[in-house]
């Protein structure tokens, strides 16, 4: 009964390093998506990938690299992480229908 | 481009009491959803109601309405009934139905809601 699994949960990076933030369900949903939560801006979608072999870009996708690594499994990159990535991401997906998205748990990421 | 704009940062409501939390929405589509999602202190993101744009009459899950208005683009959430456990962020949010660049869901910036004992 897992839902969205997010790994890490939290993390602090240093300008300047990379990593990379997982997400994996198991809801055998087509629609996986990245969003970035911050005070006062709501939910902003960095990327999405309608299906299996696909991606495309969100409203604030610079910075960010995604790939969609099989059907479960929706990975986003931070290259060289900035302090204004400093932010909670959510992965999410969305079955077909109803429209309603899935979310994992978040992960709070703090670049210094 | 679509977009939601809940006008009150912040409500305040008794325990017992009931509230209602505004929704606009911009659009030239006549086909959609809209959703309710509430996030209490722990993060979590949880749905709390769903109205597809076709139907007229206005979803009821529980102490939780909402006040579908498709013409003014209007979709407030009623909370009746109101419990400590309501007090979270909440999200109003917005898809057309279909595929392709469809697939985006676009949310507000949220509403802060305080219950008080």
């Known amino acids: 009964n897992a839902g969205v699994t997010q790994t890490p949960k939290f993390q602090v990076l240093k300008t300047g390093q990379s990593m990379t933030l997982q997400c994996a369900q198991d809801m055998n949903h087509n629609s996986m998506y990245w969003y970035r939560q911050d005070p006062g801006m709501g939910l902003r979608l960095i990327y999405y990938?309608?299906?299996?072999?696909?991606?495309d870009k969100g409203e604030v996708p610079n910075g960010y690299n995604v790939s969609r690594l099989n059907k479960r499994e929706f990975s986003l990159r931070l290259e060289s992480a900035a302090p204004s990535q400093t932010s909670v991401y959510f992965c999410a997906s969305r079955t077909t229908g109803t429209g309603e998205l899935f979310f994992g748990e978040g992960s709070r990421l703090t670049v210094l | 481009a679509q977009t939601v704009t809940q006008s009150q940062p912040e409500m305040s409501v008794q325990e017992a009491e009931t509230v209602t939390l505004s929704c606009t929405y911009d659009t030239s589509e006549s086909d959609y959803y809209l959703f309710w999602y509430k996030q209490p202190p722990s993060r979590q993101m949880i749905l709390v109601i769903r109205?597809?744009?076709?139907?007229?009459q206005n979803a009821t899950e529980n102490r939780f309405s909402v006040n579908f208005q498709k013409a003014a683009k209007s979709f407030s959430l009623k909370i009746s009934d109101s419990q400590l456990g309501d007090a979270a962020m909440y999200f109003c949010?917005?898809?057309?139905?279909?595929?392709?660049?469809?697939?985006?869901?676009?949310f507000g910036k949220g509403t802060l809601l305080t219950v008080n004992p």
């Open positions: 949010a917005y898809k057309v139905t279909g595929g392709g660049s469809n697939y985006k869901l676009t």
């Open positions: 990938s309608a299906s299996e072999g696909t991606t």
């Open positions: 109205q597809e744009a076709y139907k007229q």
